[in-house]
């Protein structure tokens, strides 16, 4: 059939009746070998013009001969004996844009700065955080961005020898609460300084709420009359990473309140025993009263 097809465009025989002559055989389907006829005759017309542009490969004797074409405007090597495919777009899923993401996360409260970076970085855990766990997506983005980075820079210990799995397990007791937000740092520094992550986790457990508050008080009652933000201060400095920072605020206020205090100019704060609660205020006016 190639055959018939190339007697049949020439309409002569197949035979070579000069030394120069040569004759081209296409063995393909038939469309197929009709536009590969047709192009060869394309490429041996263009020879008689002048110079085609293509890669030719050096010869040893000084001559060239073909080795491919020059790259086309729609790909780099054209595949001349196949028509062009048309894909199916229908499922390919559109990519989320850098400025997409970003804005996406600075709506969910991360700041800016970070939201940019994670962004570019890390996005894929942070996405994965936000959809397993409850934590809030700007502490998320301190435990992948700003924890790290604080301590390198701090401590000079380094951040990557926490393994994924060492850090997906202190994402879950954060996410679990059986580590405070306070103690995450204090934890990724025992792993990087070789303390398993069960046992980092383990010593940075957070204490009982009864605990929280019997060691409160007993602070309180060695501050005297300290005023609130000293006390939260000596409380954080023993209680930092055993307890919620708001839950010790929250002791701290109920343990702080102000009274009126004839030789003084202003308010002054007590300490109330948690067990032996400040009597109403009521009762406090009819005392005055009747003094």
């Known amino acids: 059939k190639a055959l018939g097809i190339a ?17 081209i055989i296409v063995a393909a389907p038939e469309a197929q070998a009709k536009r590969a006829l047709a192009a060869a005759l394309c490429r041996a017309q263009l020879a008689v013009v002048g110079n085609v542009e293509e890669v030719r490969r050096a010869n040893a004797d000084g001559t060239t001969s073909f080795m491919r074409w020059m790259p086309g405007s729609a790909r780099m090597y054209p595949e001349t004996d196949l028509g062009p495919v048309v894909p199916d777009l229908s499922a390919v899923e559109i990519p989320e844009l850098i400025e997409e ?28 955080y936000c959809k397993s766990t409850s934590l809030e997506p700007g502490f998320i983005a301190q435990l992948l961005l700003t924890i790290p980075k604080d301590i390198k820079k701090r401590l000079g210990l380094d951040p990557e020898k ?21 103690a995450a740092a204090e934890v990724f520094c025992a792993i990087i300084q070789g303390t398993g992550a069960a046992d980092a986790i383990a010593s940075y457990g957070q204490l009982a709420e009864g605990e929280v508050r019997k060691r409160v008080a007993a602070i309180a009652a060695e501050a005297g009359d300290a005023p609130p933000n000293a006390l939260m201060g000596m409380v954080m400095k023993e209680l930092r990473g055993k307890a919620d920072g708001k839950l010790i ?24 025993d948690p067990a032996d609660p400040p009597a109403p205020s009521h009762s406090v006016k009819k005392s005055k009263a009747h003094k």
Request: hydrophobic share 45%.
């Open 101 to 128: 993401r970003e804005a996406r996360y600075v709506s969910a409260g991360v700041p800016a700065d970070l939201a940019r970076t994670l962004a570019k970085d890390k996005h894929e855990l942070f996405d994965h």
């Open 249 to 272: 605020a929250k002791i701290v206020k109920e343990l702080t309140v102000p009274v009126a205090d004839a030789t003084a100019s202003g308010a002054v704060l007590q300490h109330i």
């Open 7 to 23: 007697a049949h465009n020439h309409k002569d025989d197949a035979s070579c009746n000069h030394a120069a002559d040569a004759f």
């Open 162 to 182: 926490v393994k994924q799995k060492d850090f997906d397990a202190v994402v879950a007791a954060l996410d679990a609460g059986s580590i405070a937000k306070e």
